[in-house]
């Protein structure tokens, strides 16, 4: 069955109806024992007769690249190859199938790309060999540093901003700063490769099979027909798989050429540099405002950064443009060109700084005007979309706001920072808005029904999310068969093409795709039973019509049913603006003597639609708040002044939030519906956790101690 979201921009709810009560409930993943016992075969896992091991060398400076001792390191024991093959560098642009690569093996953009793949025998001769590689680098490095570049772009523009900033009873004009970042995800980037004739396998940790898939093949100049990729389980994304990485171009590249399955692991300060970083931005903020602090303007210019050539920009202000009400508006982002590593989707790319850099901005407004920050936003909380007109597909934020305040607390709290005080630490609260904008990609599911329950496949990817959980739960629900009976299969080219997993689209995407094959299933049922499908119920294994009722086992009669669900792209894109909402809010204790910071609780409500599953959406929230802690205090990637390149490349130096710097953190769902987020109107949870977060966390410091850190992170020595 396919819904073509496009013409049929709203959809009935049906799923209210079902009787069999798993779908939203907090059901334990089906993958999880196999995951934390050690079965679960990841990309470097489960290795095929024969495999020989490679490791990627890094270019040590920028320019043309030479090998001083390669004949050496091919003749060291154990050492199967040395290459260096101009296709071997996939083009760091994610998700573009069809882009050439944009950088080669001869020319270093930027430090640590990889320039050479040293085969060997074992592991340890290939990490080996890859280090006694030497290397020299030509060039000069060129532009590192985001001041030293003509910027590209214009903001979009409405209204006149300079007029209404003029006219303002309270006027805000801010620079805000955050640095570059890493995804980090905990399986670091790896591919196994092996050939049969010209029919080519890789698996692989990626989150985007059928766009991997065609990216491998692009480069690699091959008949996209003759790759398979295999991601059964993938040990993170959060944006730095959504493209084909140098570790599986280069594997297959050197299985072809030495007639072996080769299998490419990077290490971890590899992954820091191959891998694409979220761009550090420069953010001049203005919030012009009448005397009840009702925006009339709103100004959210940020410069970023990446490669020459590359596409992807950090879209900074992507909420802003829906955020909040204002007529005029100066709204944008300017790209510099830097030689440093390149730039890409890192978890929820855009909000993730964007709102919690503009949210920490609204804190300030409210403190000049003198009202309370939840209040500040519930006065500017628009009808419609500002920038397009169009209407909102559904609005929480006000739930979200109201709802969350009474969790946390709120109304106890003191109107003026530096009220608090513990010892030597200040005590503060701080709040933030969340917003996420919700996509809707194409995909397709496939559902066998046998006597022994229901089998779904899609090539979709489970990067930790919890897809096969959700998806269990979809096809159990529409089915009526309890969890056991559903063996859903993910992460294999041959199984019919999903979304992917990615800007938080892929539960709704996939999971309506699979809503819909099961849909003509239960057509097929209806059909057996002589009845209408709207009056089939299905309930752990039994039909029932009316006074009929039929063990769904006796209408298979020994054969099986197969569905196929389709979905398209969503009308939303051109008839609302579609978005999820929440509300964060953060107590943390500033010491006064050392300036530390400790988030002590933590709460934030959430409006995404229909919650598939309880316990895997309320952790994606606690892994995004997790993050914004660390965006608040944390995590700085700094790049060398002189030549761009990563200094702190390691878990000691670059630190994200663990667990003695996370409090509990409470997380509520709104109950919710959108009709246009297809049959299951559920949105896209993945990434509004972090949206935001690490304001709440910087506005806290501010009611704690006085401080407004508009550099982040809030690290002690801005605090003090
Ligand atoms: Mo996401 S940053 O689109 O995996």
Redesign the pocket.
């Known amino acids: 069955m396919t819904l073509d979201l496009k013409v049929d921009g709203q959809s009935e709810d049906r799923a209210e109806t079902y009787a069999q009560g798993i779908l939203g409930t907090p059901e334990d993943r089906p993958d999880g024992h196999a995951k934390v016992s050690g079965a679960a075969t990841y990309a470097a896992d489960d290795l095929p007769e024969g495999c020989v091991f490679g490791m990627l060398v890094r270019a040590p400076g920028h320019g043309g690249v030479t090998v001083l001792n390669e004949d050496e390191v091919r003749g060291t024991a154990g050492v199967l190859a040395v290459i260096r093959d101009p296709r071997m560098i996939r083009n760091a642009a994610q998700g573009t199938a069809n882009a050439a690569p944009v950088q080669g093996v001869d020319q270093a953009d930027y430090i640590g790309q990889p320039v050479a793949l040293v085969v060997a025998e074992t592991a340890e001769a290939a990490q080996h060999a890859a280090q006694s590689l030497r290397l020299r680098t030509d060039g000069e490095a060129g532009p590192v540093n985001p001041d030293d570049v003509e910027a590209e772009g214009e903001p979009d523009t409405m209204g006149d901003l300079d007029a209404a900033m003029a006219d303002a009873a309270h006027a805000l004009d801010v620079v805000y700063t955050t640095p570059s970042m890493t995804?980090a995800p905990m399986e670091p980037h790896a591919a196994v490769a092996w050939w049969e004739g010209d029919r080519l396998t890789v698996r692989s940790a990626l989150?985007m099979l059928k766009y991997n898939r065609n990216e491998l093949a692009d480069s690699l100049g091959i008949d996209p027909e003759h790759v398979r990729l295999l991601a059964p389980f993938v040990g993170g994304?959060?944006?730095?798989?959504?493209g084909i990485s140098a570790d599986a171009v280069a594997a297959a590249i050197a299985a072809q050429e030495l007639g072996r399955p080769v299998r490419v692991v990077q290490h971890r300060r590899q992954v820091f540099e191959t891998v694409t970083r979220r761009s550090e931005t420069r953010q001049r903020i203005r919030l012009a405002a009448d005397d009840r602090g009702r925006l009339t303007g709103i100004g959210h210019e940020s410069l970023v950064s990446n490669l020459p050539d590359e596409a992807f920009s950090e879209p900074v202000s992507q909420a802003t443009y829906f955020a909040y009400a204002g007529a005029h508006r100066v709204i944008g982002e300017r790209l510099a060109r830097l030689n440093r590593p390149a730039s890409g989707?890192?978890?929820?790319?855009g909000e993730a700084v964007g709102v919690t850099t503009f949210e920490c901005a609204m804190d300030e407004l409210a403190s000049e005007v003198g009202i309370d920050p939840v209040e500040l936003r519930l006065r500017n909380i628009p009808d419609k979309d500002p920038h397009s007109g169009l209407p909102f597909s559904s609005h929480t934020l006000a739930r979200s706001l109201n709802e969350g305040a009474a969790r946390f607390g709120w109304a106890d709290r003191p109107s003026s920072p530096r009220a608090r005080r513990e010892g030597e630490w200040w005590i503060g609260t701080g709040m933030a808005a969340a917003f996420r904008v919700n996509m809707m990609l194409e995909a397709e599911a496939r559902i066998t029904l046998t006597p022994d329950g229901a089998v779904v496949e899609t090539d979709m990817t489970d990067?930790g999310t919890g897809t096969y959980a959700i998806l269990t739960q979809i096809a159990g629900e529409a089915l009526g068969l309890p969890v056991d009976r559903v063996d859903v299969r993910l992460g294999d080219t041959t199984y019919p093409p999903g979304s992917g997993?990615?800007?938080?689209f892929g539960a709704a995407t996939t999971g309506n795709a699979v809503w819909l094959a099961a849909q003509e299933i239960r057509q097929a049922i209806a059909q057996r039973m002589n009845c209408a499908e709207s009056d089939l119920t299905l309930k752990d294994g039994t039909a029932i019509c009316g006074n009929t009722s039929r063990a769904v086992v006796e209408l298979l009669d020994g054969a099986s049913l197969e569905g196929h669900g389709h979905v398209t792209g969503g009308k939303a894109f051109q008839d609302v603006r579609q978005s999820t909402f929440g509300a964060h809010f953060a107590e943390v204790a500033v010491s006064d003597v050392t300036g530390e910071v400790r988030v002590r609780r933590m709460h934030g409500t959430f409006g995404a639609g229909r919650i598939l599953n309880e316990k895997t959406a309320r952790s994606q929230c606690h892994g995004g708040m997790t993050w914004g802690i660390g965006m608040a205090l944390t995590e700085n990637m700094v790049h060398d002044r002189r030549d761009g390149h990563i200094v702190n490349r390691d878990f000691a130096e670059y630190h994200m939030a663990v667990n003695a710097d996370v409090p509990p953190l409470d997380v509520h769902f709104l109950d919710e519906r959108d009709p246009w987020a297809g049959p299951l109107q559920a949105k896209g949870i993945?990434?509004l956790g972090i949206c935001g977060a690490g304001a709440a966390v910087i506005n806290a410091i501010h009611h704690a101690c006085g401080v407004r850190v508009r550099d982040l992170p809030a690290t002690p020595d801005r605090v003090l």
């Open positions: 995804s989150q994304g959060f944006g730095s798989k959504l989707s890192v978890r929820a790319p990067i997993s990615g800007g938080s993945g990434e």
